[in-house]
């Protein structure tokens, strides 16, 4: 266990959490289904926490330079993944500090569009990091 990179260990949790929390926003807006982004807004929140730890840990990893080949593309993407999920993050706990206020119901909201360019970056960047973790990237 100890020879595992801790990145390995914490990439996934954002991953699954974006997906999820995109998923449920999405259905949520098509559906009408408002209390399903309550949930959705619990899931970025860790989602954004994770994907900290992820960039922390991949930079960390990218310093390692056997680990470096490669690994531009998906450092690029994990890196733009993990800061639209913070951003994200930021302006959905802004937007629900002002549910109280009157807004049209049928408008997207601009943090579900963030959310869900920021789902296809964590996708393209897991994408990436497993073809880095099979040798299939940067040969």
Excluded: C, N
């Amino acid at each position: 266990m100890t020879s595992i990179p801790i990145h390995f260990l914490i990439v996934h949790f954002p991953i699954a959490l974006t997906v999820m929390a995109a998923a449920l926003d999405v259905r949520a807006h098509l559906r009408k289904r408002l209390e399903l982004h309550r949930t959705g807004y619990a899931l970025i929140f860790w989602a954004a926490a994770g994907a900290a730890l992820a960039m922390l840990t991949g930079l960390q990893l990218l310093g390692d330079r056997r680990h470096a080949s490669g690994a531009t593309f998906h450092a690029a993407f994990g890196l733009i993944a993990g800061l639209t999920l913070i951003v994200v993050a930021m302006v959905r706990y802004s937007a629900e500090t002002r549910s109280s206020e009157p807004a049209a119901k049928s408008k997207v909201e601009p943090w579900l569009v963030l959310e869900v360019i920021a789902a296809v970056a964590v996708i393209v960047a897991a994408i990436t990091g497993h073809m880095l973790v099979l040798g299939g990237l940067g040969k």
